[in-house]
Nanobody, 124 residues
Framework: QVQLVESGGRLVQAGGSLRLSCAAS????????MGWFRQAPGKEREFVAG????????TYADSVKGRFTISRNNAQNTVYLQMNSLKLEDTAVYYC?????????????????WGQGTQVTVSS
């Protein structure tokens, strides 16, 4: 497993932008596909974005497509989530997660490691 530490969550106004970072430990970061999930109050954890080991395959939830961008820098053991045009409904705790290749991105059960989460609050 890989250990993940998220950062970057904060209060931001609707329409604003925010970049979340997820720093991974160890030497095997490039072996893992990565995903971002979020969980809003009263809701289940939902898939936001996923990226393959080399970054060549990227997938997004429909709710964030065109607004969010997932990327990774394997040399720095870091995955990012750039969030633009933020909406009130984007308010959630955002989690970074790692999985082995070959399983579906949206299913949280496929992920081996999870970060602690970082709070993103979008205000009007």
């Amino acid at each position: 497993q890989v250990q993940l530490v998220e950062s970057g969550g904060r209060l931001v106004q609707a329409g604003g932008s925010l970049r979340l970072s997820c720093a991974a430990s160890g030497r095997t970061f490039s072996d893992y596909s990565m995903g971002w999930f979020r969980q809003a109050p009263g809701k289940e954890r939902e898939f936001v974005a996923g990226i393959s080991t080399g970054g060549n395959i990227i997938t997004y939830a429909d709710s964030v497509k065109g607004r969010f961008t997932i990327s990774r820098n394997n040399a720095q053991n870091t995955v990012y989530l750039q969030m633009n045009s933020l909406k009130l409904e984007d308010t959630a705790v955002y989690y970074c997660a790692a999985k082995v290749p070959g399983s579906s991105y949206p299913n949280p059960s496929n992920y081996n490691s999870w970060g602690q989460g970082t709070q993103v609050t979008v205000s009007s």
